[in-house]
């Protein structure tokens, strides 16, 4: 069992800004991709973006780009989502996630994200 825990969750104001942290731990990683999610009240998870393990090939949702930035740090096995110009649809529980084959299989917590209008 991998452990995943996100943190930097909170309260913004729209056209804020908020930057999410991942640390991973339980296991050890070679190769492994990292990923954010997102389900607000009364919607679907939804995919945010994602980047692999060597950080040079990264993917985001439409309603994301140019706003969001991914980032992961492999030594430290930790990983960021920079979110810039927040919107109050951004609301919602974010969820980090590892893939090391083709399945998103370690979920952290969530943490809350706020968005006031």
């Known amino acids: 069992q991998v452990q995943l825990v996100e943190s930097g969750g909170g309260l913004v104001q729209a056209g804020g800004s908020l930057r999410l942290s991942c640390a991973a731990s339980?296991?050890?990683?070679?190769?492994?991709?990292m990923g954010w999610f997102r389900q607000a009240p009364g919607k679907v998870r939804e995919f945010v973006a994602a980047?692999?393990?060597?950080?040079?090939?990264?993917a985001y949702a439409d309603f994301v780009k140019g706003r969001f930035t991914i980032s992961k740090d492999n030594a430290k096995n930790t990983g960021d989502l920079q979110m810039n110009s927040l919107k109050p649809e951004d609301t919602a529980v974010y969820y980090c996630?590892?893939?090391?084959?083709?399945?998103?299989?370690?979920w952290g917590q969530g943490t809350q994200v706020t968005v006031s209008s």
């Open positions: 996630a590892v893939r090391l084959d083709g399945s998103w299989d370690y």
């Open positions: 339980g296991r050890t990683f070679s190769t492994y991709r």
């Open positions: 980047i692999t393990w060597s950080g040079s090939d990264t």
